[in-house]
């Protein structure tokens, strides 16, 4: 079973417009990391958030945590058409069990 | 390139095979991880190894197992193949056994059972 769920599904943008999704998981975690994945290809990590951070910048990449509403945001600035994929959020319990969301695909149109 | 090397990138079997699914992780990293990607099921965590000794479980089916050789490279085995067993499969490392580091994901072996 999937503990994170990202929304939404799917995301269409203009290039150069700002691309948000988030992540909501159930039960507490130890770290929270985002990953993209290119059609067909192995995921490539992103960013990793600790669950005493709240906010991790990555060149234009900017993830938040709150653990209080159990969610997470990650924002893509001026977005590009090599930003086109899908992204995935992984979470990472406690007990060190590892969990995958279903991903958000984002299409950047030129 | 990751520097996770899987093979084969692709695999047609029929029902009732049998096969093996080959990862080298990057060099110096300890642990694999054996994941499978389907539209249904999403990215499922399968198994984790570390150093040769399995670390962790997840949704993997007692028709599939694992192991990790003492050069660090691993195989998946599935038998018993049935049609839902098409798939993506993805191998990941990392440098410790800890899920506080990323993982780098190999380029995966696509398995197709007809």
């Known amino acids: 079973s999937q503990q994170g769920e990202e929304d939404p599904q799917a995301l269409s943008i203009q290039e150069g417009e700002n691309a948000t999704m988030n992540c909501s998981y159930k039960?507490?975690?130890?770290?929270l990391q985002w990953y993209r994945q290119n059609s067909g290809r192995g995921l490539v990590h992103l960013i990793l958030?600790?669950?005493?951070?709240r906010e991790k910048h990555s060149g234009r990449l900017r993830v938040t945590l709150d653990t209080s509403k159990k969610s997470s945001s990650l924002l893509i600035t001026a977005s590009r058409a090599a930003d086109t994929a899908s992204y995935f959020c992984?979470?990472?319990?406690?007990?060190?069990?590892?969990?995958f969301g279903a991903g958000t695909t984002v299409t950047v149109r030129a | 390139d990751s520097g996770v090397t899987q093979t084969p990138k692709h695999l047609i079997t029929a029902t009732g095979q049998r096969v093996t699914l080959r990862c080298s992780p990057r060099?110096?990293?300890?642990?694999v991880y054996w994941y499978q990607q389907s539209l249904d099921q999403g990215l499922q965590f399968l198994i984790q190894?570390?150093?040769?000794?399995?670390?962790a479980k997840g949704n993997i089916l007692e028709r599939f197992s694992a192991q990790q050789f003492p050069d660090l490279h691993s195989e998946l085995n599935l038998s018993s193949l049935e049609l839902g067993d098409s798939a993506l499969y993805f191998c990941?490392?990392?440098?410790?056994?800890?899920?506080?580091?990323?993982?780098?994901f190999g380029p995966g072996t696509r398995l197709t059972v007809t």
């Open positions: 992984a979470t990472v319990s406690n007990d060190y069990k590892l969990s």
């Open positions: 958030i600790r669950s005493n951070e």
């Open positions: 060099s110096g990293d300890l642990s």
């Open positions: 039960t507490s975690i130890n770290n």
């Open positions: 990941a490392s990392s440098p410790t056994g800890s899920y506080s580091y990323e993982q780098y």
């Open positions: 190894y570390y150093n040769g000794e399995e670390r």
